[in-house]
């Protein structure tokens, strides 16, 4: 095997991106009012250089106020769910362990649900009371899953499925209360995952950029203890003898990644399969060293939610699927081949 260098790690990140461009490219261009790349193209540059007058109307409609935010935001959320799997994954030791494992999903639909039926008008406020319920449930399960002061894997694991469990009823009672809720067929479709419409277009550039901040400060926070990942897949007593500060690595990549994951599923709702099947695609075609493996399932992660979600938009057009659909239906096959072939 060839060994792992920064050059190395920089040339397949640099080949990635380059995939991820192409199918940024595929998702601005298709869709009801399909747009050429070289209109595309124009309008990109015209609309970076400050010169919208010059930019068609219905061009800057459809690239700038619909398609390039959502692509954005599928890009934001793929990655945040694909690097929350590989903390997860080895934060448990576990190969089917996935950002949703813990219950923080739940407990982001759970709040996200409480906020449709206070305030269902209020803008961003979807957003912000599903982060609250994801942290809430992360706190929730952390001081749960603590064993004689530590963070116990097992103890954890099971913390987060009872956790679920309890939130995942709770769920099912508002839904069926508010049965004929005008709201009912939003909260349906967001549960499904959604990459909904951002807000104005005034707006839309100062809330990505706040969101990116939060997934470059979690993210690289995993990365961070990615040598020290790599040592404790091979067991936790072996890593303590190597010198590494299990229970701290422990509760970063804790952290970190349910911060991922709470952000992912308050903007987009529960997205199902990436957190899982991407890490271990980028485990199969480039190894299972954490440098490497947290960059690849950035942007692996990126390049799934932007394909899926143009399917999602064009597979039955002018009608549009919710994207954790086309996830799930995409995914599962592709996991039972994965586990066929891990058996083998």
Known sequence: MRPLTPRRILWICAGLTCLLFVAVLISL????????????????????????????????????????????????????????????????????????????????????????????????????????????????????????????????????????????????????????????????????????SPPPIQDVWKWFGFLFIIFFVAAGAIYTTSSDLNMILSGEQEARHLGVNVNRVKLVVYISASVLTGLAVSVSGAIGYVGLLVPHVMRMIFGTDYRLLIPTSVLGGAIAIVLADTLARTVMGPTELPVGAMTALAGAPVFIYLMRRRVR
Request: positive net charge.
């Open 29 to 196: 261009r298709m869709g009801a009012y399909p747009i050429s790349v070289q209109d595309i193209a124009m309008t990109l540059f015209r609309g970076a250089m400050g010169r919208r007058d010059e930019i068609p109307p219905d061009f800057w409609s459809v690239v700038f106020v619909i398609r390039l935010p959502r692509i954005l935001l599928g890009i934001l959320v793929g990655a945040s769910l694909a690097v929350a799997g590989a903390g997860f994954q080895a934060l448990l030791r576990n190969p089917l362990a996935d950002p949703y494992v813990l219950g923080v999903s739940s407990g982001a639909a759970l709040g996200a649900i409480v906020s449709l039926v206070i305030a269902p008008r209020t803008p961003g406020a979807i957003q912000a009371a599903a982060f609250v319920g994801a942290a809430l449930t992360v706190a929730g399960v952390y001081f749960l899953g603590r064993r004689g002061g530590q963070l116990d894997s097992a103890t954890l694991l099971l913390a987060g499925i009872v956790m679920a469990s309890f939130l995942s009823a709770a769920i099912m009672f508002l839904i069926t209360t508010l049965s004929g809720h005008d709201l009912l067929r939003g909260m349906a479709f967001w549960l499904m995952g959604d990459l909904a």
